[in-house]
């Protein structure tokens, strides 16, 4: 079974620019999450899609950050404009489905470093 | 909200000795899962172990064991005959059903060296 694949591993931008982050989840998996994890700290949820749906995006800085899940499937995380503070891995994570018990896959995340 | 703390930024252990991480939560909820993560350097953060909270057994993963202490909200792990391959950043996690059940809220890690 192919896990949780992002790309690219690896993002360095100037402070304004725009970046975007590509995540193709489990297949089978109706649930997707976005975190972002700065340096020193564990992960925080950005955003939670039930299939194509927004279970929660109560900590994403709507401001800048977007994100989409067409067809319930792939999900791509938009910054714009990025900041400094934006400077973390961004990990997606997947599973069956978004229930208290359902074990969360990660993908190995996109390292993004903004100067 | 539910906060996680972890205590230990890191931590160290001879190799086939046996290291104990500390982790700590708050809530008001009676009902949740607990979770310890492993996230290896540039690699994926795995699922190591997990314990229902209306479970008084603690739950054992081969190596791998925690001590749940309800009334304390304290869930630390264990890890027994270290190996090389342990090292790694562990993460303790919280999820309950009040409001996203799929919302994991992380403490901030232990960095785990093991000494040859």
């Known amino acids: 079974e192919a896990g949780v694949a992002q790309s690219p591993r690896y993002k360095i931008i100037e402070k304004r620019q725009s970046v975007a982050f590509w995540c193709n989840p489990i297949s089978g998996h109706a649930t997707l999450y976005w975190y972002q994890q700065i340096l020193g700290q564990g992960p925080k949820l950005l955003i939670q899609f039930q299939n194509n749906g927004v279970v929660d995006d109560s900590q994403l800085p709507k401001d800048r950050f977007s994100a989409e899940r067409l067809k319930g499937v792939d999900s791509t995380l938009k910054i714009q404009p990025a900041k400094l503070e934006d400077s973390a891995v961004y990990l997606c994570a997947s599973s069956v489905r978004g229930t208290i018990y359902n074990e969360q896959f990660f993908g190995p995340g996109t390292r993004l470093t903004v100067l | 909200a539910q906060t996680v703390t972890q205590s230990q930024p890191e931590m160290s252990v001879q190799e086939a000795e046996t290291v104990t991480l500390s982790c700590t939560y708050d809530?008001?909820?009676?009902?949740?899962?607990l979770f310890w993560y492993k996230q290896p350097p540039s690699r994926q953060m795995i699922l190591v172990i997990r314990?229902?909270?209306?479970?008084?057994q603690n739950a054992t993963e081969n190596r791998f064991s925690v001590n749940f202490q309800k009334a304390a909200k304290s869930f630390s792990l264990k890890i027994s005959d270290s190996q090389l391959g342990d090292a790694a950043m562990y993460f303790c996690a919280y999820r309950s059903d009040n409001t996203n059940a799929g919302k994991s809220t992380f403490g901030d890690g232990t960095t785990l060296t093991v000494k040859p």
């Open positions: 809530t008001s909820e009676s009902d949740y899962y």
């Open positions: 314990q229902e909270a209306y479970k008084q």
